[in-house]
């Protein structure tokens, strides 16, 4: 088992930054890949962004390109998500997710090839 929790969300104007951060216990970090996920109302949950287990190599989702930076760092059990430039259409629930499979990296954009999920954690962008 791996327990995810995440922090670092909130209220935001646009064109601000936060830096969300997922802290993992359980299992041995760098065993897994590692996602953000986000929700915003009444919409599906979608990718936003993975990083592989050495950090050697990141994937973004076209919406966040840019914008966002995913990192780890395995000394820490963490994974970060440094958002940049927020736009209102940023607000949501972000989730990060742990996925002990082995794909390309475009692959981690499903749900369905992750194991483990935090609890969400919510950020808002103010126009």
């Known amino acids: 088992q791996v327990q995810l929790v995440e922090s670092g969300g909130g209220l935001v104007q646009a064109g601000g930054s936060l830096r969300l951060s997922c802290a993992a216990s359980?299992?041995?970090?760098?065993?897994?890949?590692m996602g953000w996920f986000r929700q915003a109302p009444g919409k599906e949950r979608e990718f936003a962004a993975v990083?592989?287990?050495?950090?050697?190599?990141?994937y973004y989702a076209g919406a966040v390109k840019g914008r966002f930076t995913i990192s780890r760092d395995n000394t820490k059990n963490t994974v970060y998500l440094q958002m940049n430039n927020l736009k209102p259409e940023d607000t949501a629930v972000y989730y990060c997710?742990?996925?002990?499979?082995?794909?390309?990296?475009?692959?981690?954009?499903?749900?369905?090839?992750?194991?483990?999920w935090g609890q969400g954690t919510q950020v808002t962008v103010s126009s």
């Open positions: 990083i592989s287990r050495s950090s050697g190599s990141t």
């Open positions: 359980g299992r041995t970090f760098n065993d897994y890949a």
């Open positions: 997710a742990a996925s002990g499979n082995f794909f390309w990296l475009n692959a981690y954009v499903r749900e369905a090839t992750y194991d483990y």
